[in-house]
T-cell receptor, first 116, second 114 residues
């Protein structure tokens, strides 16, 4: 069975601080995909990134970066110079590569609060 | 494009009542799914569909029914509502391929069962 653990329930930072959200996963599949979604206070879910298990390169998108380490089964997300608009719940999710179905297993989420 | 739409946004039901949560997408996505979000538990998959006429169960299917008669629509039926079904329900859709694509989520339906 697949499992995603986000051990940090809530994080509070002051604007402009860097913050890292941890994600640890478990799967028996050799091919799988990892995702991060953002859920702002308005409630919708916003896709941030998809990464497959064969691509261990780190990725940077503006102030966002992701560190995928297969050896530790982790896919951590860092926000550099955080802003108030980054306040949201962030979900890490895992999907097996079934070929036809994208069944996501979500972590319990990390609530990030960025204050001035 | 409207993306993924869900109706209603809010609903209150009494125990034992039935209702249908509507979900529609206009992106011609073959894959659609329903999740429920409960505090402290993340999102859990209820049912999914890989195309018109094909549905399957997810992690928490009990008490829910789905059908997929068209590519665009994927309604979720609560047969006899229970307080344990109080939750926020999200519908999602994505392309179907050899690898799982990112899913696009609707705005959610907040359901309260009393």
């Amino acid at each position: 069975a697949q499992k995603v653990t986000q051990a940090q329930t809530e994080i509070s930072v002051v604007e402009k601080e860097d913050v890292t959200l941890d994600c640890v996963y478990e799967t028996r599949d050799t091919t799988y995909y990892l995702f991060w979604y953002k859920q702002p206070p308005s409630g919708e879910l916003v896709f941030l990134i998809r990464r497959n298990s064969f691509d261990e390169q780190n990725e940077i998108s503006g102030r966002y970066s992701w560190n995928f380490q297969k050896s530790t089964s982790s896919f951590n997300f860092t926000i550099t110079a955080s802003q108030v608009v980054d306040s949201a719940v962030y979900f890490c999710a895992l999907s097996e590569a079934t070929g036809t179905a994208s069944k996501l297993t979500f972590g319990t989420g990390t609530r990030l609060q960025v204050t001035l | 494009n409207a993306g993924v739409t869900q109706t209603p946004k809010f609903q209150v039901l009494k125990t034992g009542q039935s209702m249908t949560l509507q979900c529609a997408q206009d992106m011609n996505h073959e894959y659609m799914s329903w999740y429920r979000q409960d505090p402290g538990m993340g999102l859990r998959l209820i049912h999914y569909s890989v195309g018109a006429g094909i549905t399957d169960q997810g992690e928490v299917p009990n008490g829910y029914n789905v059908s997929r008669s068209t590519t665009e629509d994927f309604p979720l039926r609560l047969l006899s509502a229970a307080p344990s079904q109080t939750s926020v329900y999200f519908c999602a859709s994505s392309l179907k391929g050899y690898s799982p694509y990112e899913q696009y989520f609707g705005p959610g339906t907040r359901l309260t069962v009393t």
